[in-house]
């Protein structure tokens, strides 16, 4: 069969995409019946104007607000439990997430143990979760995670030491509020991080085997947008143009992956933040190379389409030399970037790589990976990121 005729279907929330997005929150819970709200967000949002100004469309609609802000890098069950305590204690009918992908994420978790009552950690895999969520808004300020249109909430089992990917329909917000404004707070180290997550999710998601054309359309041009901008604006951090254009390439990733999945770089970084409790964005781009390296024979013509998209010009090269050259493109992009880490760099040690590679193997992004890898292939695969 033709592989546009494949059954797929295609999720996303109402987004409103824009300068100043953000400033509708207060009408959108109003719209969506809330009476109070709980403002979910993290450390590093709680000095910055982008709070005070949400804070003050809510109260523009006679709105009532609590504030919830304990939460890690990567969000842990037992933040993602006491967030839903303080939704039920406070009464609570909506939630607004701000903030990059930890926050996002725990509060797409506080809403569906508010509305289930079970344990977080419960809902692990896909389609787990029964009852929807609380009415749930999403103001991302990173351009990279795409929480905000996506149906995967990634928390950490903070006993076993392991993320546990939660995929689900219930889970998609009912609005995101996509402004690029908000991502000039960013500096370069989290520009460039959250910047390489977004392009990992447009690789993995065209090379996905659960891939459509609709997906495709979208990762392609969010390769597009992010590989010629992203070095652009690491060097001028407060250019709204640029930021836009990253914006939209992570939007666009986050379209992609949401429906046509992941694959084994992040199977593997969810591993390696679950353990070591590693950056999301730094994980995902040093272990790049390496996995397209593993995956680029099962689906060269992919690889290849995405190289052309990155502008490389392939013409009389050898199938290994186009490959070389693809993977030369993209080391010198992370120079350029700055992100040039390797496993050794992040403290990792050797006797962790196969405690590593079982967790990834159990990720459920790995079903979807273009080459089935076994426990060796990914340990293997970890050796050569040291
Ligand atoms: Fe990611």
Known sequence: ???????????????????????????????????????VTDQGIMNLNIL?????????????????????????????????AVFNSEECNLIIALGGGSPMDCAKGIGIVSSNREHILDFEGVDQVPLPSPPLICIPTTAGTSADVSQFAIILDSIKKVKIAIISKTMVPDVALIDPFTT?????????????????????????????HITNLHALDSVRLISSNILPTIHDLQNQKLRSKMMMGSLEAGLAFS??????????????????????????????????????????????KIAR?????????????????LLKHITDLKNQAGVNTNLKKMGVSKDDIHSLALKAINDPCIVTNPRRPSVEDIEEIYHNAF
Do not use: W
């Not at 990992?200 to 891939?211: K, M, Q, R």
């Not at 999301?280 to 024979?297: K, P």
């Open 1 to 39: 069969m033709v592989q546009e005729s494949y059954l797929r279907k295609f999720v996303a929330p109402e987004f409103i995409y824009g300068s100043g997005a953000r400033l509708l929150a207060g009408r959108y819970a109003k719209n969506l019946a809330a009476k109070k709200v709980l403002i």
């Open 309 to 325: 998209v990155m502008g490389l010009n392939l013409k009389g090269l050898s199938l290994d030399e186009k490959k070389d050259s």
């Open 259 to 304: 429906n046509a999945s992941l694959g084994l770089i992040h199977a593997m970084a969810h591993s390696l933040g679950g353990l070591l409790d590693l950056a999301h964005g730094e994980s995902n781009a040093l272990l790049m190379e390496h996995v397209i390296d593993y995956n680029f024979y099962s689906v060269p013509e992919k690889y290849l």
């Open 184 to 212: 000039l707070t960013m500096d370069k180290k989290l520009t460039a991080h959250t910047g390489f997550d977004a392009l990992v999710h447009s690789f993995e998601a065209y090379v996905s085997n659960a891939s459509s």
């Open 52 to 84: 005070g100004d949400l804070e003050e469309v809510l109260i523009e609609q006679n709105l009532e607000y609590e504030i919830y802000s304990s939460i890690s890098p990567n969000p842990r069950d037992e933040e993602v439990m006491d967030g839903a």
